[in-house]
């Protein structure tokens, strides 16, 4: 929040952000993104956030992007990445109705479809 409320200070139209739940307990992460969705909303700025959790992440993201090894195989409105199967999967933890085994979910990039 230090770092953040620091940020502000010189008054920027666009502030970037790298993983700035990391480490942190839940109940300051859901404060942490409490305010960077009202500095979106409510000042209209633009936040760029780099972010491991996908799920957190999209719920208040407008537009998001996915990289695999430095380069964006995905993107999209935040809707959109939600309700894409792939994003589901491998990224947000919520498969189909079917169990999949430890060896599909081991060699998932195979089966990606935005890669091939």
């Known amino acids: 929040m230090v770092a953040i409320g620091r940020a502000l200070m010189a008054g920027p139209r666009f502030l970037t952000l790298d993983e700035p739940s990391l480490g942190l307990a839940p109940i300051i992460i859901e404060q942490i993104y409490q305010v960077v969705q009202r500095l979106n909303r409510e000042f209209g700025l633009t936040v ?11 719920a208040i993201a407008h537009y998001g992007y996915i990289m695999e090894r430095g380069r964006i195989v995905l993107d999209g409105s ?5 309700n894409n199967d792939d994003v589901r999967e491998f990224y947000l933890g919520v498969s189909g109705s079917e169990q999949k085994s430890l060896r599909e979910v081991k060699h998932y990039k195979r089966r990606k479809r935005w890669l091939s």
């Open 48 to 58: 760029l956030l780099v972010e491991q959790n996908a799920q957190r992440a999209l």
């Open 78 to 82: 935040a809707e959109k990445l939600e």
